[in-house]
């Protein structure tokens, strides 16, 4: 089966730096209870499958959320995202092709009672 999120996942989990301060903490759509930290979370979405036959390839919005101990920490990993998913561009994943993979943005969120820095950072992804 076909499936974007997983793509993303195992792309993350390949990547040396990313793995050095997250190691297997990649997680689909929702993080544990209790978590150990710093951790990655990776949900779709939404994706859009052609309809016509002008665009054969879907388009699918992902969102790689880190979670840290430290705002450095969390922007850090956030970057490591980046610069992972820009290299998969033009690549098969998972039976997946990607076409193209544009950073779409992120934002910061700080969970003071919880001592959890969080960056959202959404991808607009082409893919067959």
């Given at each position: 089966?076909?499936?974007i999120t997983l793509s993303f996942i195992n792309a993350l989990l390949a990547d040396v730096d990313i793995y050095a301060k997250v190691s297997t903490r990649i997680y689909r759509a929702v993080?544990?209870?209790k978590p150990t930290l710093p951790a990655i979370v990776v949900s779709k979405i939404d994706d859009i499958r052609p309809n016509n036959t002008w665009e054969s390839y879907s388009v699918a919005r992902i969102q790689v959320?880190?979670?840290a101990v430290s705002d450095g920490d969390a922007d850090d990993i956030s970057g490591l995202v980046v610069n992972c998913l820009n290299l998969v561009t033009n690549t098969l994943l998972?039976?997946?092709i990607i076409i193209g993979v544009e950073d779409a943005g992120t934002f910061?969120?700080?969970n003071p009672g919880a001592s959890i820095w969080i960056y959202h950072r959404d991808f607009k992804?082409?893919?067959l």
């Open positions: 089966m076909r499936d993080l544990p209870i959320t880190t979670f998972s039976e997946i910061s969120d700080h992804v082409k893919y």
